[in-house]
């Protein structure tokens, strides 16, 4: 059975940092690549923040660059984004998404946690 629950969300000011956590039980993170997306009032969801299965390469959306950090501990099946210099912009639900990259595909979602920036 597999589980994604996100957690960590909030309502900070522009400016601060935060960060999401994300459980994944029944994933193994040598199969499945890891990711964050978010989706925002009125706009369709994007890719935030993405570990490849086995964890050998990382990316990030370019409007995060620079000021968001995913990591991953495979150990504990969790998966991080550390948010700082948060911009009213990145208010949004973020989802976590595990990913299956071989054969049979496919992929799970977390319900989401809201992170609210204030200006």
């Given at each position: ?20 956590t994300c459980s994944a039980v029944g994933i193994s993170f040598g199969s499945y690549a890891m990711g964050w997306y978010r989706q925002a009032p009125g706009k369709e969801r994007e890719l935030v ?71």
């Amino acid at each position: 059975q597999v589980y994604i629950v996100e957690s960590g969300g909030a309502l900070v000011q522009s400016g601060e940092s935060l960060k999401l956590t994300c459980s994944a039980v029944g994933i193994s993170f040598g199969s499945y690549a890891m990711g964050w997306y978010r989706q925002a009032p009125g706009k369709e969801r994007e890719l935030v923040a993405v570990i490849s299965a086995g964890g050998s390469s990382i990316s990030y959306n370019d409007a995060v660059k620079d000021r968001f950090t995913i990591s991953g501990d495979s150990a504990s099946n969790m998966v991080y984004l550390q948010m700082n210099s948060l911009k009213p912009e990145d208010t949004a639900v973020y989802y976590c998404n595990a990913r299956k990259t071989i054969p049979p595909k496919r992929q799970y979602w977390g319900q989401g946690t809201r992170v609210t920036v204030s200006s």
